[in-house]
């Protein structure tokens, strides 16, 4: 028997709902900046981008632990020789040494464009995707590519990308001086200072952040005594939910 | 224990003493008399917390070139937090007080026995 999974629909893990009420962030807009920058050429290129490289790497470890594609991807299955070829084309941009990324990443889009064009959408039926009535994501030619190359769902991309993202993880390995190499929560972070974002104007604190970041100060200091990781990551996730309910029961 | 200690007080620190009429021995006194994680982690007073945040953010900022014990660190403050979640009961923090000061102690003790090795070993 086959489970039914709503590929519509999209769970928003409690984690990235609270890291983003921390960082007074919309879920909608951190998703869209991640899509932004996930592209076949970053997934293929060797050399960094600021946040291209995060973002498309998320989902190129991702689809690597899925291997959904022992026979293939259904969609270019009817156009093998010619995504093979744009497919190659767009690695041997990323190969090369000369040209700089953003010329690179800007020339793919050629190739990005007629695998779009001749795909056949099986996982993707849409460029748009509701997360409620008011609030929509657009997808762009790269993403959808790359859902259809590796036979994912959009939302199977969205939710790895989401479930990667904890404030409180953060913070304890922060503490702890434990090396911390969860480079999508970089991405995330980078978000949190501007990075992709439109609006860059800061919103007047309301009293209860004033008393949450106060209080952020301390706990921080506070769990020095706490020297187990997972100890200290509940203990701050219990810190940071606390918030979240509270700036949203006031709401 | 009673020790002289030999500080520079700051010009800003030297003019708010003066403003308020503050000795600027009985300040340091009353700050260090604070600076307790016994205290700090059993209390549930707030004026109380100030000093030993103070405290352990100069930990934390200091961390990387001090000579501490982390071996010893991790282990003790270990049997702080449990020796502390055993003895909280309602009654203000006194039992826990008493318990994690016995932690304190004996890890005074064994970073004193830890430092002392380098003699004691040539014996």
């Known amino acids: ?251 | 224990m009673e020790i002289t200690v030999n500080v520079q007080l700051p010009e800003d620190f030297m003019s708010l003493c003066t403003i308020y009429n503050i000795q600027p021995q009985q300040f340091i006194q009353s700050f260090i008399n604070k600076v307790s994680f016994p205290s700090y982690y059993t209390g549930t007073s707030k004026q109380m917390k100030w000093a030993t945040l103070f405290f352990l953010q100069y930990v934390e900022m200091a961390e990387q070139d001090s000579d501490t014990e982390y071996d010893l660190e991790d282990h003790y403050l270990q049997r702080f937090t449990d020796t502390l979640t055993e003895n909280m009961k309602n009654d203000g923090g006194v039992k826990a007080r008493a318990a994690v000061r016995v932690v304190m102690m004996d890890w005074q003790k064994a970073v004193l026995a830890e430092r002392a090795k380098y003699i004691t070993d040539q014996l």
Not at chain 1, 48 to 64: F, H, M, N, P, R
Not at chain 1, 74 to 85: D, G, I, K, R
Not at chain 1, 109 to 137: A, G, H, I, Q
């Open chain 1, 1 to 251: 028997m086959k489970t039914e999974i709503n590929n519509h629909w999209l769970t928003i893990p409690l984690e990235f709902r609270v890291a983003c009420t921390v960082y007074r962030l919309k879920e909608q807009e951190v998703l869209q900046i991640f899509i932004n920058h996930a592209t076949v050429y970053d997934s293929l290129a060797d050399a960094y981008s600021l946040g291209y490289s995060e973002a498309s790497k998320t989902i190129g470890i991702y689809v690597a632990e899925k291997r959904r594609t022992p026979n293939g991807s259904h969609a270019f299955s009817h156009c093998l020789a010619n995504a093979a070829n744009c497919f190659r084309w767009i690695n041997e941009l990323a190969k090369k040494v000369l040209s700089s990324s953003v010329a690179k990443r800007k020339k793919s889009l050629l190739y990005v464009d007629e695998l779009y064009k001749n795909m056949k959408r099986v996982y993707t039926s849409s460029d748009t995707f509701y997360l409620d009535e008011n609030r929509s994501l657009n997808f762009t030619k790269d993403f959808t590519v790359l859902c259809e190359l590796h036979n994912c769902y959009p939302a199977e991309y969205l939710e790895n990308f989401m479930n990667k993202i904890s404030t409180a993880e953060m913070q304890a390995r922060t503490g702890l001086k434990i090396p911390n190499d969860n480079f999508t929560m970089a991405f995330f972070m980078k978000v949190v200072l501007g990075f992709g974002r439109e609006n860059n104007e800061v919103a007047e604190f309301t009293e209860k952040e004033v008393d949450f970041i106060c209080e952020m100060d301390e706990i921080r200091l506070r769990i020095h005594t706490v020297r187990n990781l997972d100890q200290r990551i509940t203990i701050l996730k219990k810190f940071y939910l606390n918030h979240y309910q509270d700036i949203n029961t006031s709401n």
